[in-house]
């Protein structure tokens, strides 16, 4: 079972950035999509973004695009969340998943989750 672990979430305030880490612990990860996803208070689990295996596919939501970059290092096991201009309704905690196969925008589909990261932006 692939392990996942998030980190650099924190308290900022709008117009800040930060950036996510999420490492894996399987050499396999090359070969899965990831994806990112967030979680506010009383809300369902959204689509952030996700990346292909290769690196070479990539979709956001409307809401983050122009403001956030996903990417990989797959020498690493590395995924991350650049997000810029942040602003108070991006407030959550952000999970980093992994699935194989064609990537999908559907939380369901992924196999496995990482613990989750806090992300608070003041306004």
């Known amino acids: 079972q692939v392990q996942l672990v998030e980190s650099g979430g924190g308290l900022v305030q709008a117009g800040a950035s930060l950036r996510l880490s999420c490492a894996a612990s399987?050499?396999?990860?090359?070969?899965?999509?990831m994806g990112w996803f967030r979680q506010a208070p009383g809300k369902e689990r959204e689509f952030v973004a996700y990346?292909?295996?290769?690196?070479?596919?990539?979709d956001y939501i409307d809401s983050v695009k122009g403001r956030f970059t996903i990417s990989r290092d797959n020498a690493k096991n590395v995924v991350y969340l650049q997000m810029n201009s942040l602003k108070p309704e991006d407030t959550a905690v952000y999970y980093c998943a992994g699935k194989p196969g064609w990537p999908r925008r559907s939380p369901s589909a992924y196999d496995y989750w990482g613990q989750g990261t806090q992300v608070t932006v003041s306004s």
């Open positions: 990346i292909s295996g290769s690196g070479g596919n990539t």
């Open positions: 399987e050499r396999t990860f090359s070969r899965n999509v």
